[in-house]
């Protein structure tokens, strides 16, 4: 099971439904996978709450501007089955720059551009744009 890849269903799916918010499972990672995407402007607002069960939870406010979201495209690059690692100096840019990558690195996880500034590697888990 991979838990990534379910939250990032879960944004997806909101997304191609016009949701307004959507709710996930609380981890760590999917925390700071949401908080990136705040601060790059995919979306509104991140709550933290509980479920029906008492279990943690993120909701997630969807950003619009207009009709269109501001999610066109989101993909789990590194997956449990292959997992794609990268030094500072080759990490892949994202829509020719435009994107974000998102990267766990030793520092914690990371946009794609702070990691090569930082000029720290690691893996791959998603990218946005």
């Known amino acids: 099971m991979d838990r990534i890849s379910d939250f990032l269903t879960i944004i997806r799916n909101a997304n191609n439904a016009h949701k307004e918010t959507c709710s996930a499972?609380?981890?760590?990672?999917n925390r700071h996978i949401a908080?990136?995407?705040?601060?790059?402007?995919?979306?509104?607002?991140?709550?933290?709450?509980?479920?029906?069960?008492?279990?943690?939870?993120?909701?997630?406010?969807?950003?619009?501007?207009?009709?269109?979201?501001?999610?066109?495209?989101?993909?789990?690059?590194?997956?449990?089955?292959?997992?794609?690692?990268?030094?500072?100096?080759?990490?892949?840019?994202?829509?020719?720059?435009?994107?974000?990558?998102?990267?766990?690195t030793s520092k914690g996880i990371l946009k794609d551009r702070d990691a090569r500034r930082q000029k720290v590697g690691g893996e791959m888990i998603c990218t946005v744009w």
């Open 35 to 104: 908080e990136i995407m705040k601060n790059e402007g995919f979306v509104r607002e991140i709550i933290e709450g509980k479920d029906l069960k008492g279990r943690k939870t993120i909701v997630i406010k969807m950003k619009y501007v207009g009709d269109k979201s501001a999610i066109n495209h989101i993909q789990r690059w590194s997956k449990p089955g292959r997992r794609l690692y990268y030094q500072y100096s080759e990490i892949p840019r994202v829509m020719g720059g435009l994107g974000l990558g998102i990267m766990t």
């Open 25 to 29: 499972p609380y981890s760590k990672i």
